[in-house]
């Protein structure tokens, strides 16, 4: 198990190396054992997190856009808030994990826990019963209850002209699930 302060170290040379100093390096945490570890608000965008061990680890708001999470497990992690954009999640174990809020816009999944549909207007990302339609992310059963209005008042008649469309093809896949 890696220390805190082991961590840290990781972590701010990770922050130069983001920043571009030459004192920087790019955290390579492959099969690390971060569990419960407190990564809140960590900023561990391009990091290489393999096969690590992230279970029951605090990641709310922590940036993990374009991370390598292959085979990691999340299982029951807290990434609330986090930002999983553009993240390799192919393998990794989400059971359990809090995904509220996350932005899983253009993650990469297995295709059975996350489904990510390119639509031409939207980006809609599946995760269990999250669906994110371009920076709406809500529950499948909070999607059925909104009504043209709520739904314009999220981005205009676009929205609108959107869900009237894509709402029978989107409910048909939930079915499926």
């Known amino acids: 198990i890696m220390n ?3 961590l840290s170290e990781i972590i701010r ?6 920043d571009g100093a030459d004192s920087g390096v790019l ?7 971060l569990s419960n ?3 809140r ?3 561990l965008s391009n990091a290489d997190l393999r096969g690590a061990d992230l279970r029951n680890a605090d990641l709310r708001y922590a940036d993990l856009s374009n991370a390598d999470l292959r085979y990691a497990n999340l299982r029951g992690a807290d990434l609330s808030n986090a930002d999983l954009s553009n993240a390799n999640l192919r393998g990794a174990n989400l059971r359990y994990a809090n995904l509220r809020g996350a932005d899983l816009r ?13 639509t031409g207007v939207y980006v809609v990302v599946i995760f269990g019963q999250i669906v994110s339609i371009g920076c709406q992310s809500h ?4 999607w059925m209850m909104f009504n043209d209005t709520s739904i314009h008042d999220m981005d205009g008649q676009n929205a609108v002209d959107f869900w009237r469309i894509w709402r029978p093809i989107l409910t048909a896949i939930m079915e499926v699930r």
């Open 139 to 142: 529950n499948w059963s909070d």
């Open 27 to 33: 955290a390579d945490l492959r099969g690390a054992d």
């Open 13 to 18: 040379l990770h922050r130069l190396w983001l």
């Open 37 to 39: 570890a407190d990564l």
């Open 4 to 6: 805190a302060n082991q």
């Open 106 to 118: 253009y993650a990469i999944g297995d295709g059975s826990i996350i489904r990510t549909i390119q």
């Open 41 to 43: 608000g960590a900023d």
